[in-house]
């Protein structure tokens, strides 16, 4: 089994950044693609940010290109996303999710972090 716990998120003034940390208890991450994924009230869930198990394949949503910039560090036991330049429209909660090597849908999730943005 597999925790995750996000940190770091919080309230920022638009153009601001914050960055936002997943981390994994009870074991390492390395056989692990990780993703970050957002909801905001009223909206389903999206895709935001993944990089693969070994860190050098990132695949970002056309919304955050430039701005936001995933990372994992060597020992796989966390996994990052900075966000940049935020938007009143990022406002959101943000999950941290895995997914097993070869694996189609993510099979742990965090609890989440509330980002807010103010205008």
């Known amino acids: 089994q597999v925790q995750l716990v996000e940190s770091g998120g919080g309230l920022v003034q638009a153009g601001g950044s914050l960055r936002l940390s997943c981390a994994a208890s009870?074991?390492?991450?390395?056989?692990?693609?990780m993703g970050w994924f957002r909801q905001a009230p009223g909206k389903e869930r999206e895709f935001v940010a993944a990089?693969?198990?070994?860190?050098?394949?990132?695949n970002y949503a056309d919304f955050v290109k430039g701005r936001f910039t995933i990372s994992r560090d060597n020992a796989k036991t966390s996994t990052y996303l900075q966000m940049d330049s935020l938007k009143p429209e990022d406002t959101a909660v943000y999950y941290c999710a895995a997914r097993k090597i070869g694996g189609i849908e993510y099979d742990y999730w965090g609890q989440g972090t509330q980002v807010t943005v103010s205008s």
């Open positions: 990089i693969s198990w070994g860190g050098a394949s990132t």
């Open positions: 009870g074991r390492t991450l390395s056989s692990y693609g």
